[in-house]
């Protein structure tokens, strides 16, 4: 259990601060991952994004999610939410911050239609908590490279996801 966590909308909080923390908790190349072309011009999601602050004010873990899709084989595109990047400074983690802003994103999905989810992540952490999985993403492509095994989904009903299509930004 976390003391004196708060996770407030992410919106709240300085953007330089934000990319501070991803750049301590990722590699200095983060910017060139294949998830970050996967969201290529498109805006994080504010009522699904968070940031996690600890008992002295400090920004210790953020989330965001994007609108993206996964165009099929006709070319129709099939909107997901894409989750990530989750990342926790790397002093404060293993105390369940990670696990706090998963569930708070994933509980303010809309509980009357949540759109599926996309990740890329370790099927053992995200799907243990989660049930995210890479059984319905193994015909899905990215632009660029990846490791099938982490291209993880989840949803209500995983018979509606397309079996293949091309995964980028959702373009309105
Ligand atoms: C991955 C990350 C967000 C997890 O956050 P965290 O606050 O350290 O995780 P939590 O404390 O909530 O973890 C809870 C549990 O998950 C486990 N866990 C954490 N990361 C894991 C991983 N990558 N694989 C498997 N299990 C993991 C912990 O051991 C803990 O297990 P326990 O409850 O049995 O002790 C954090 O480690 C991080 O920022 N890593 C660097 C950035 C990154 O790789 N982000 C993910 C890709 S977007």
């Given at each position: 259990m976390t003391e004196a966590l708060t996770l407030i909308p992410?919106?709240?909080?300085d953007p330089a601060l934000v990319e501070a923390l991803l750049d301590r908790a990722f590699e200095?190349?983060?910017?060139?991952?294949t998830a970050y072309t996967v969201r290529d011009g498109v805006d994080w999601l504010p009522g699904l994004s968070f940031a996690a602050i600890d008992g002295e004010d400090h920004l210790v873990g953020t989330i965001q999610c994007w609108p993206v899709a996964l165009t099929d084989g006709a070319g129709r595109a099939h909107p997901l939410i894409m989750v990530g990047p989750v990342a926790v400074l790397p002093e404060a983690q293993g105390k369940g911050i990670g696990k706090a802003l998963m569930t708070a994103s994933l509980g303010a999905l809309s509980p009357q239609a949540p759109l599926p989810q996309v990740m890329i992540g370790d099927p053992e952490y995200y799907g243990r908590f989660w049930?995210?999985?890479?059984a319905a993403t193994a015909g899905w492509s990215l632009p660029g490279p990846f490791d099938p095994r982490r291209l993880l989904a989840r949803c209500d009903?995983?018979?509606?996801?397309?079996?293949e299509g091309m995964l980028g930004p959702w373009r309105r």
């Open positions: 992410l919106d709240n909080v200095p190349e983060r910017r060139q991952r049930g995210f999985s890479n009903n995983p018979s509606v996801l397309p079996k």
